[in-house]
Every structure is written in C-alpha cells, then in structure tokens.
C-alpha cells in the first residue's frame, strides 16, 4: 500500500467574506506527481500557499507525514521537508545564481550534505553551473525557472510543491521543465503541481484533481482523465 505523505481534509479558506475554497480534500502518496488543474481564479494556488503556511484555513485539516500542519508557520514546513516553488519564479534578483541557490539550504545544517546537493543541482542544470557567477536577475525566464527549482532542491525536500512552472516559457523550455520534474519523482521526490498547461501536466501525473470556483470536481488517475470528454473539452481544448 502507498504511503499518504499529504491528506487535506475539508479544507475552507476565505478572503474576508469570499469563500475561496469550500471544503476540498485530496491526497498526496509518497513518489507520486499530482497535478491540480482548473481555470483561473479556480483556488489552485490559494489552496497550495495554505498547504504551505502562507495562508491560514478557516477549517479543515493539512496533514503531512502523520502531523497537522494547519497552523504550523511556513519556515518551519520548509525544514519539514516540503518546498514552495511559487508562480512568477521569484528568485533573488540581485543575487547571483550560487547565491540563490544557497539561499535555499537555510534550514539544512550539514554542510558535506550542502555541498553535496549543490553538486547534483549542477549535473541537473549545468546552465546554472555556468553561470553560477551572474546575477539572477539576468538569467532568461526559462533559467530563472530552473534557479527556483535548483534552490528548492537545496532544501533537501520529500515533497515539492510547484505553482505554474511552465508560466511564459516558450514550447521548447517548457517541454524541459517538465522532463526535470519527472526527474524529481525517479529521485524519490514527491511532486504536487499546478499547472495552467493541462495536457502537459497530466501526461506527466500519476493522478489529477480538477479544481472548479473552490470546489474538486473531478479526481482520476491522469491517463482516465486525460480521456474524458468533458476534461478533454473544458482542459485540453479539444
């Protein structure tokens, strides 16, 4: 049997008197990538900043690895062992790459293993290794996607949690990003992904759950679901 690694049960989230998540639950197994799929303003990324710590629930339960994590602060998930890569990249700008990255390893004190994850970040992404000196505010968007992915592989994490990687990348960067993120899961890393890009994100997920105005309104294994109609026509535009 699998190992549940992340349960959300019921959760509700509000902005003021808006009811931006209505009691959705959903799960996360140990070595799996599943994806969140749905419109803008669906509650995708709401609901992974309150998985997070960065937005506290009205109700509901977050549990990770057997601990309810609702109302743990974010850093403190961080050294728990889940990572936020969030939408828009937001690297350190004025950093430079290697900066960055180490900026990651905060909450890691074993420095052979620091370097250690460094090493393998740059056999992942030699382009950062080649410009481990640049600034990254200088980086393309594709390689300033890659810096935020790298810095979160810094923190040693078992679950990475990743909000639109493929936003504003061209076709060819975003076929990249997502051979990296298969990556992860034959590293023994758990991915939770939301993911404009639909058709891409459930060809690479073991399982998906369909997000509609703060409610789940479908959930399957991705290669079921990438075969239904209403999905096909709503998602895939097909």
Known sequence: MSERLLEVTDLEVYYGVINALKGISFHVDKGEIVSLIG????????????????????????VYKGTDIGHIPAHKIVSMGMVHVPE?????????????????????????EIAANLENVFKQFPRLEERRRQLAGTLSGGEQQMLAMGRALLANPELIVLDEPSMGLSPLLVSEIFEIIKSFREAGKTVLLVEQNAKKAMSISDRVYVLETGSITADGAASELINDERIKKAYLGE
């Open 88 to 112: 828009g990249r937001r690297v350190f700008q004025n950093l430079t790459v290697y900066e960055n990255l180490l900026m990651g390893a905060y909450s890691q004190k074993n420095k052979a």
């Open 39 to 62: 419109a803008n303003g669906a509650g995708k990324t709401t609901t992974l900043h309150t998985i997070t710590g960065l937005i506290r629930p009205r109700k509901g339960s977050i």
